[in-house]
């Protein structure tokens, strides 16, 4: 993703703001990154980063420099980043990360920088540790905090922290853009939920575990129709038992979520979020009812992943409730 070219076009206020901090020197030692799921917050989070550090700023990092390349190669001594989107992040790390930050910085910029991507996934003793920290700022140290998730930070984080909200960027053309770079329609119109940029999309594309879950949901959905032993079958040995990393977690829930609320967006007369999809999902229609609360309590059980839930068991639970609302024929 071009990140300069996103900002610039997609989140004009966010870079604003940052930018006149930056320049007016009213720079905030912690920011939160607030987005919706898919928002590129890491990237923003990291160009922000470098904006504080590059050489040749104008006034927000050029990307070029030798400090912001370094940073891109992660090769870079006083930034220090944690990604809450792999795995939790525990207390251990926040107390190695502050006690580094006790020395003077090693680079010539002489800023500490740290990023906390996805900060609802850090276990309690992880917030209490970093709540410290964040009280008492140190004069030349800086937090990029992200969530995709604000209700899920606790109120003490959120008030520490600049907020610098990250906008949605409209669908319809991110699809239009994924096409362009020849993404095939479905794929195109179920990544956009999830990644905003192509290129991005293009790459999840070539990914094995995208690929057999697409395929794995597809025919989930095209045995439903008729045949709801296939359709169980189907859920338990090629989703529940296949996927159990975190990360193919949520992609999985997401995917849940949204073909099951176009099913109830259909039956509703709303229009669908995937609409090449409608033909598979026509079917279904009279397949189910009450979707409403089914999927509500999916996307509570959703939260639940950032805790260490055992994936199969999750996923077991969460096709029984989705299932149970299955009409079936009666003879
Ligand atoms: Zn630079």
Known sequence: ????????????????????????????????????????????????????????????????????????????ADIMIFDGSLATIKKEEIQGMEASFE??????????????HLVENLTIEAVNSLLKFLEEPHQEVYAFLTTENESKVIETIVSRTQKLRVLPVDLNMIVALAIDQGIPLQDAELLAHFYQDPHKMKAILEEDFYVSMRDAFTHFLEALASNYSKAHYIAIDEIIERFTQKEHLRLIIDMMLLFFGDILALQNGQEPSLPSYVNILKPLLKRFANLEEALLEITLARGQ??????ATLLLD???????????????
Not at 103 to 116: N, Q, W
Not at 317 to 322: A, D, N, P, S, V
């Open 103 to 116: 020395k003077t910085p090693i680079e010539k910029a002489g800023r500490l920088i740290y990023i906390l």
């Open 317 to 331: 639970h969460l096709f029984i409730i989705l299932l149970k609302e299955y009409i079936h024929d009666h003879d």
């Open 1 to 76: 993703m071009n990140i300069v070219s996103y900002l610039q076009t997609q989140q004009p206020q966010l870079r604003r703001q940052f930018q006149s901090a930056l320049v007016s020197g009213h720079l905030s030692h912690a920011y939160l990154l607030s987005g919706e799921t898919g928002s590129p917050l890491l990237e923003i989070a990291k160009f922000l980063a470098k904006s504080l550090v590059c050489e040749h700023p104008s006034p927000l990092a050029d990307n070029v420099c030798w400090s912001c390349l370094r940073i891109d190669d992660g090769n870079y």
């Open 305 to 310: 992943i950032d805790l260490n839930v055992n």
